[in-house]
């Protein structure tokens, strides 16, 4: 199974030989199996990409992803599908029923509430806070009618990061590292969806006809509170969002969990978590399991 991510910050050229990636520095070249690497991710605006070369990407699998000038992604590139039975998968996705979504939807709301609360625990953060969303997760209503979602996240962004702090400020350091992390995760939830024969655009409940990752956004929900987690850990006493944090958000995919009880890589747990979705939706599971933010082991090799 492909592990790693690659992340080109330096000025290099990129080319393929053998099913190998060579990434060539001054005449330095450094060669990587097609079959190891998951995601690629660009964080420099003179690397020139070839077709061939997104085309290859594209039929072993391998997900891309830029960088603006802000060293912030900005696109993601996958392939269209990659599954023998994707037009099977994807009548499913168009034929199941809408209470199910409801249904499935609530839970994934109740199991992101609840992983936000323990995050607010591990913090040792206000115990009124944490009681609020405990209340908010009980009353989640079918379909999230009540959009306890949004209350619950009002407050708990408030209390992590501050009354001032808004997910809509760019000039905060903390949402430079969030934005970060969370398209590391969904870019990654992207390319196994696709593998799963899954149509990203038909969403459970995110429904825009302008996004081709409705359901990416959807199922990646319960997994946010790991990377809030982390960038809080990684970011709150620091003043500027520097290579080295970035380096340690793409590492995120290699951190370890605990996951349907067994320890494995967040990569693992999302591929094991997708097919579990897949399999819900085609009618071969009932009950879609969750990550748990407590169960979330981190960075055990310090990397």
């Given amino acids: 199974m492909a592990f790693r991510v690659v992340m080109i910050e330096n000025e290099v050229s990129m080319k393929l030989k053998l ?44 997900g891309v992803i830029v960088c603006n000038m802000e060293h912030l992604p900005i696109g993601y590139y996958s392939a269209y599908d990659s599954h023998s039975r994707a037009s099977k998968v994807i009548k499913s996705q168009i034929s199941y029923l809408r209470e199910d979504y409801d249904c499935l ?55 992590l990061m501050g009354s001032s702090f808004s997910r809509g400020n760019d000039d905060l350091l903390i949402n430079s590292g969030l934005d970060y992390g969370y398209a590391i995760v969904r870019s990654y939830l992207a390319r196994m969806c696709v593998s799963y024969g899954l149509n990203t655009s038909i969403g459970i409940h995110h429904r825009s006809e302008y996004n081709r990752f409705n359901l990416v956004d959807d199922i990646f929900e319960p997994f946010r509170p790991i990377v809030d987690l982390y960038v809080y850990e990684l970011l709150s006493d620091e ?16 951190h370890k969990i605990k996951y349907k009880n067994k320890e494995m ?8 978590y997708v097919f579990n979705v897949a399999s819900i939706i085609t009618g071969n599971f ?15 090799d310090g990397v």
């Fill in 19 to 62: 099913n190998n990636l060579v990434l060539d520095k001054e005449g330095q070249e450094i060669w990587i199996p097609l079959s190891d690497i998951s995601v690629v991710v660009i964080d420099n605006l003179r690397i020139s990409i070839t077709t061939r070369m997104l085309s290859m990407f594209a039929d072993k699998g391998i």
């Fill in 105 to 159: 939807w609530s839970n994934i709301i109740k199991s992101k509430i609840k992983n936000q609360y323990k995050v607010l625990e591990k913090l040792n953060k206000s115990k009124d806070v944490i009681e609020a969303m405990k209340d908010y997760e009980s009353s989640v209503e079918l379909g999230d009618l009540g959009n306890r979602e949004a209350h619950a996240a009002k407050i708990y962004f408030n209390e």
């Fill in 239 to 254: 003043e500027y969002f520097k290579p080295e944090h970035r380096h340690k958000l793409v590492n995120i995919l290699n």
């Fill in 265 to 272: 890589y967040i990569s693992n747990a999302l591929e094991e």
């Fill in 286 to 300: 009932k009950k879609l399991t969750f990550p748990d933010v407590n169960d979330y082991r981190g960075d055990k």
